[in-house]
């Protein structure tokens, strides 16, 4: 029976009991160094995505950046917009009457031996699919199969190609907030030092050290009064 009140500390409960009977999951190595190599503007999808604050809520963007990772593969993959109960009966989404604000996006993955698991972005989090129902009771509004996905990413980047080189100029900005970030309870894959190690081998990949010793010149250069002595 479905409960008529939403309980945040109920619901962490739940995540940790099926955690320690291996029933979720945190991401991965293997998926990880996928995600490296797909991009989300100037960061690679490695930092967005163990990026509390760079994925929860904004779940629809999020899952296809995952769900990239998997286009190359055998396993099948879905992303499902869904209601989900922490949503429905949360007193904030209600109060907004909006029944928009129910929807989630999240990824559906079912392996080369059957196995159905949910990615979802805002959580950080993969599920066993059936715990992930058990625990968000989820009413499906739409899927998405993987042959369309493709096709709209295809789209997408034909529209919006990766430039790598231009985009990582604004790594200088984005890399000092999200290491500020990494002192925040809520930053999981902080506190497990996963996000600092992606922010560091992303670093030496584009020569941070380099590139901000440039800007900083010509910062300068543009700004002289930043660099007299006081």
């Known amino acids: 029976m479905e409960r008529d009140y939403f309980n945040i500390n109920q619901m962490i409960d ?23 190599t ?49 949503l429905r009966l ?22 080369s031996n059957g196995k159905k698991f949910i990615y ?22 739409s899927e998405e199969e993987k042959k369309e996905i493709a096709e709209r990413v295809k789209r997408e980047q034909l529209e919006f190609p990766e430039d790598i080189e231009t985009n990582k100029e604004g790594a200088f900005i984005m890399l000092p907030i999200i290491e500020l970030s990494f002192s925040d309870p809520t930053e999981k894959y902080a506190v497990s030092g996963l996000l600092q190690r992606e922010v560091q081998d992303f670093k030496k990949r ?17 700004m002289p009064w930043m660099s007299s002595k006081r």
Request: glycine letters at 4%; proline letters at 3%; hydrophobic letters at 35%.
């Open 38 to 86: 797909i991009y989300d503007g100037e960061l690679p999808a490695s930092i967005t995505l163990l990026s509390n604050f760079r994925s929860n809520g904004y779940c629809q963007d999020r899952s296809t950046l995952l769900a990239r990772a998997f286009l190359d593969t055998s396993d099948d993959i879905k992303i499902l917009c869904i209601t989900i109960k922490s």
């Open 120 to 141: 979802d972005t805002s959580a950080g989090f993969i599920y066993d699919k059936d715990f992930y129902w058990d625990l968000e009771d989820p009413e499906i509004v």
């Open 206 to 222: 584009i020569g941070y050290s380099a590139m901000s010793e440039s800007i900083e010149k010509d910062m300068q250069a543009r």
């Open 14 to 36: 739940l995540i940790i009991q099926g955690y320690e009977k291996g029933l979720v999951h945190l991401y991965d190595d293997e998926l990880i160094q996928k995600l490296r």
């Open 90 to 111: 949360n007193p904030k989404v209600i109060a907004e009457n909006d029944p928009t604000f129910q929807q989630h996006y999240v990824v559906e993955r079912t392996d």
